[in-house]
């Protein structure tokens, strides 16, 4: 690891100061860009620290929406959307090891949209706001593809708003060896339609498949998606999967996640 | 009574008390007065020419003491290979040298081209960043039979190709085996790969070279199985340094399972650069490190060929691996897939004739050496791969068609075609064992009700035989080891009657300290606890060849066992003098010599003592003390055997594998401590089941390691298995060693794999997809699914 400097401000306000100079980038968790600066393949100047902001913290409900501090450990969300949200709770009680979510954050996970992440699939698959120091961000506006999203230089995600669903779920097919989504699925189901989130899957990153949903939205039953399939053309190849396989997933993770949702 | 820690008891391990409370003391853990470190600046290209290596810069950056390159060991040796193989034409295998650092040329990914020694690791990583290398890109050899064809690029200019050898086995037999084929009745064939694998034990390799100058004594503090054998090569070829100044310690080491085998250029680097240096110079490998600098395992290509008379009757069998050598030979690399595999390739049947034949081939990846198991896996796989094959082409059970070849109680010893001569065994009873342990007769219904639910359910059987407890000397050097395959101990008594055994037989997670001490309690008939055991320090231990092959007990446990006969025998000498008695006429029992058919007698300690003080003492015939050191040199290998059953069920929907339940009946002879034994099973159980469904070890067509971190290679968790059965009852005790014990540390990552994969294809089988006749490990989901949906 290369030397750097560590800030850890108390308010939002302190934080995007200290991120102003352009040298420096937010740590949340450290799940990610740790790894990362051990390995030497990110060197930040400053690293300012997300994790001792009160008002970046926690669960709480604002009428249909969930309110998630972006700095809320996967373990927080685990515990405190149960009640609420327990399609939400179960995507982030499954992720990772209690090592992992007990430090790593919805922020950093949105932040850093891996395309093989849970998060992005729960934050698109619910149409929720992601609420920054300057803005509010939809979230199919957010995602931009693998590791890319709509954030600017020295821009800090505060909280998460996600509508809450009348029935959700998240399946996830374990990738063998990183245990990330393989291919993970969320669905949820509004009074307005049904949204399907799929991660895991596409070089471009989590999407939405709008003709599953269509379907869902006439009739919320696994029965429904007979006959529907995506096409493999776009879906990651790697060692762990060929995108026919990704692609026929993509059905047996939505099947499975409207199951369970229902 | 039998002693509640003696041989047999399943004592808990007493070293479990320091490493589960963070207490063990690793290398990592030896931190000198003065100690500076090392970091490597590795080749991150497969092939490639050095035109240039600029290191003014990274020299002066602070902190810095020196950046070494190959010049600096300009006067020293190659790393060396333990083991010449002589090809089919009787000519010596092809050798490259192994350089510390890279010479002229960078060969893998990873392969170091200079080393920089700082006040701090973060300064040598730093200053390394700061070396300037030139390197011209060449063509990499990745794939071995591209490396084989005309005009491929040469991994070493001065060899005349990438073929190592050419090994034939028996090479007599070639033109029998082929006029079997000619006359049978069926042939089944083929053709599979067995998976390259990456041991990842938990402990990381680490180095720390010490040099006294004033005198002229080296220390290299290493994870290593076998410290006197680094010595040895370390000393003798690389460095030029006499053992009795070179002293090598192998404290705590957590795991190895062959990668710490060998003795690596950062061992020798880290002597030498504490000598030039008059510092201690430490190295610890990071995770990402290891994956591209030790060793890996497996990496051949395999087509085998069985031929069945009518009566289904094995006539003979056919075999043409090609094994990748990597780079450079690693320490026992060439007779991984000759001398461990081609002679293990009758497996546990009276095929009457084979033929085995192998191609090592360099490539420019990391080099391959053994890996638990190591040749033998290769063996079982494809012969229990091929037997099922056999039975589902000839439509037969394939348990029946097992047994009807199987090599009988009464036919032991049993020359085999191949070289071997078995002691002893019975292959029915394992097999009866795994099958009622297994609940085989009801799996049928376990079948019907997964098929409710949906999910594909299949039973694999494997039966293996192993050659373990590597030796006899002058067998192994005929075959061309270079070193000797012999243990030994001594048995220090102390004044009192403790005992302080010295071993040469490293322990790494197979908890010696405990079993070697139950051998000798049982003997003498002391308590355990009155004797603790010594490894891995080669200025207090006496000459070892290591611990690897499951010698362990078969080979270092003998030499206790006779080290500790001639303590006794002695004595007993002194008993004899004490109690005035002939020394026939004493009995030794429960730790106290006694005068037979009286009641006089002194206890262990009324000897001991004696033999240190000695006033009342027969000092014409005797030397005081009691210490006394053997060697043990086998007569033969030992041949642990056994039958798996593994039961699984397979989600159609995602091809994806659950074990559900899966037996080891093993005959590993006599058992010292069930408990460790059965520990070493699931051990090995996890890491062939980890190669059959998760393991995978992956370069593209560039040489770039694809799998080069847990994000892509897929090490098993606890939660992959499930349903362990572990039975040693079968037991045949070895005819040729004192303990009658044949080894069982090897066992499970070899009879496991092809288990795995029968109870695959016979799940795909039974659900109707006939045409699946082979799935290469691993059987990831994707793989399985590709399968059914082609
Ligand atoms: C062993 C292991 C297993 C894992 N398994 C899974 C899994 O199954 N599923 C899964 O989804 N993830 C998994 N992860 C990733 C984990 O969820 C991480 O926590 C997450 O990706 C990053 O969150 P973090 O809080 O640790 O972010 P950090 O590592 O601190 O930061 C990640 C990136 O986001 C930026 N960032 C952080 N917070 C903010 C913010 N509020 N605003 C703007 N930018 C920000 C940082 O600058 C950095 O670039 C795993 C990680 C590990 C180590």
């Known amino acids: 690891m290369h030397a750097f400097e560590f800030v850890k401000p108390s308010s939002i306000a302190d934080a995007v100061k200290a991120l102003a100079s352009g040298e420096a980038i937010p740590l949340s968790g450290g799940q990610t860009l740790i790894p990362s600066m051990k390995a030497r393949l990110n060197a930040p100047e400053v690293l300012v620290s997300l994790t001792g902001i009160a008002e970046m913290k926690g669960v709480c409900r604002d009428g249909d929406v969930l309110v998630v501090g972006a700095a809320t450990t996967h373990a927080e969300v685990a515990r405190a959307a149960a009640g609420d949200f327990p399609g939400l709770a179960g995507l982030a009680g499954k992720i990772g090891d209690p090592a992992v979510r007990s430090r790593g954050t919805i922020g950093g996970s949105l932040a850093n949209n891996d395309p093989s992440a849970c998060y992005p699939a729960a934050a698109l698959g619910t149409g929720a706001r992601i609420v920054t120091d300057r803005r509010e961000i939809a979230a199919d506006d957010f995602f931009q593809g693998m590791f890319t999203t709509a954030l600017k230089e020295g821009e800090v995600i505060t909280s998460v708003r996600l509508p809450i669903p009348e029935a959700s779920a998240y399946a996830k097919f374990l990738q063998p060896a990183s245990r990330f989504a393989l291919t993970g699925v969320f669905v949820a189901k509004y009074a307005a339609g049904v949204r399907v989130a799929v991660t895991g899957a596409s070089e471009g990153g989590v999407f939405r498949w709008a003709e599953a949903e269509a379907a869902l939205s006439s009739d919320f039953d696994s029965e429904a998606l007979s006959g529907l399939s995506v096409a493999a053309e776009g879906m990651i190849s790697d060692l762990h999967g060929t995108p026919e396989y990704r692609a026929h997933l993509v059905r047996v993770m939505t099947r499975r996640a409207v199951a369970a949702a229902s | 009574m039998p002693k509640d820690d003696g041989i047999g008891a399943s004592v808990k391990r007493r070293e479990d008390n320091r490493f589960l409370t963070g207490n063990g003391r690793y290398t990592d853990d030896i931190n000198l007065r003065g100690q500076a470190y090392v970091h490597f600046l590795r080749s991150d290209v497969a092939h490639g020419r050095i035109k240039a290596i600029d290191s003014s810069a990274a020299g002066s950056m602070p902190g810095v003491l020196k950046v070494f390159t190959s010049a600096d060991f ?14 089919r034409h009787g000519q010596p295998m092809q050798e490259p040298k192994h350089p510390i650092l890279a010479e002229g040329k960078v060969r893998h990914v990873g392969d170091p081209i200079a080393a920089v020694v700082a006040e701090t690791y973060e300064q040598a990583r730093d200053a390394a960043e700061a070396i300037e290398v030139d390197i011209e890109d060449l063509e990499p050899v990745i794939d071995m039979k591209a490396a084989l064809a005309e005009g491929a690029p040469k991994v070493h200019d001065d060899l005349s190709s990438n073929l190592c050898y050419d090994w034939g086995f028996v090479e007599e037999n070639k033109d029998a085996v082929n006029a079997a084929f000619g006359n049978a009745a069926h042939v089944v064939s083929l053709e599979l790969t067995n998976n390259r694998l990456v041991a990842n034990p938990m402990e990381p390799r680490v180095a720390v070279g010490d040099y006294d100058p004033w005198g002229d004594m080296h220390t290299l503090y290493t994870t290593s199985q076998n410290p006197h054998v680094i010595r040895l090569l370390m000393g003798a070829f690389v460095l030029s340094i006499p053992e009795h100044k070179l002293r090598v310690v192998a404290p705590d080491v957590g795991g190895g399972f062959g990668s710490k085998i060998y003795h690596y250029a950062e061992e020798a680097f880290c002597t030498h650069a504490a000598k030039v240096l008059k510092r201690p110079v430490k190295w610890t490998s990071s995770r990402s490190e290891a994956f591209i600098s030790d060793a890996h395992g497996r990496d051949h290509k395999t087509k085998i060929e069985l031929a069945l008379d009518a009566d289904h009757n094995f006539t003979a069998i056919r075999t043409e691996t090609y094994a990748n050598m990597g780079a450079y030979l690693s320490t026992f690399a060439p007779s991984i897939p000759t001398w461990l595999h081609g002679t293990l390739m009758a497996g546990n049947y009276k095929t009457p004739l084979i033929y085995v034949n192998v191609k090592a081939v360099f490539t420019n990846t990391v080099p391959v050496d053994a890996y638990r198991g190591a040749g033998r896996p290769e063996a079982t796989f494809q012969l229990e791969r091929l037997i099922d094959k056999a039975a589902r082409q000839l439509g037969v059970d394939p348990i029946e068609l097992r047994r009807r070849n199987f090599i009988q109680p009464d036919q032991f010893p049993y020359q085999t075609p191949v070289a071997v001569v078995y002691d002893t065994g019975n292959y029915d009873a394992t097999l009866d064992k795994m099958l009622e342990l297994a609940d085989y007769a009801s799996f049928d219904k376990r079948a019907e009700e997964s098929k409710a639910r949906g999910k594909l359910r299949g039973f694999g059987i494997a039966h293996y035989i192993e050659a373990c407890g590597i030796a006899p000397s002058n067998l192994v050097g005929q075959l061309g080891a270079r070193a000797g395959l012999y243990e030994s101990a001594t048995i220090r008594v102390n004044a009192t009657g403790s005992i302080s055994v010295y071993t040469g037989s490293h322990s790494h997670g197979q908890g010696h300290e405990t079993t070697f001490a139950q051998v000798v309690a049982e003997m003498i008939g002391v308590d355990a606890d009155s004797i603790h055991i010594h490894h891995g320090d080669t200025s207090n231990t006496p000459m070892g060849m290591g611990t690897y092959g499951s010698r362990s007990l078969a080979v270092g446990g003998s030499a206790i066992v006779k080290a500790t006969n001639k303590v006794i025998d002695k004595a007993r000498k002194i008993a004899a003098h004490l109690l005035e008695a002939a020394p026939e006429d004493i009995e030794l029992k429960d730790g106290k010599f006694s005068v037979a ?79 460790i034994v059965e520990g070493q099973v699931h051990g090995g159980l996890a890491q062939g089941i980890g190669q059959a469904l998760l393991e995978n070890c992956v370069y593209d067509e560039n040489g770039q390691l694809l799998s080069g971190s847990y994000m892509d290679y897929a090490m098993p968790r606890a939660d992959d298995f499930r349903g362990f059965v572990v039975d040693h009852s079968c037991n045949t005790p070895c005819t040729h060693n004192p303990l009658g014990v044949k080894g069982c540390g090897e066992a499970g990552a070899i009879g496991s794999p092809p288990a795995v994969v029968n109870a695959a294809i016979d799940a795909l089988h039974r659900a109707g997809h006939t045409h699946i006749t082979h799935i290469d490990m691993p059987l990831t989901p994707s793989r399985v699914w590709s399968a059914m949906n082609r």
Request: glycine residues 10%; negative net charge; hydrophobic residues 35%.
């Open chain 2, 74 to 87: 300009a006067s020293a040796g190659g790393i060396p290979c333990g083991w010449q193989v002589t090809d």
């Open chain 2, 597 to 675: 058919g009286t009641d006089k007698s002194v206890d262990w300690s009324g000897v001991t003592l004696a033999a240190y003080v000695p006033h009342n003492y027969p000092l014409e015939d005797l030397e005081p003390g009691l210490e006394e050191t053997a060697f043990y040199d086998p007569s033969n290998f030992t041949y642990p055997a056994g039958a798996y059953g593994c039961e699984i069920e397979l989600d159609p929907e995602t091809g994806k594998i659950d074990i559900l339940r899966f037996v080891a009946a093993d005959d590993f002879g006599n058992v010292v401590n069930p408990m």
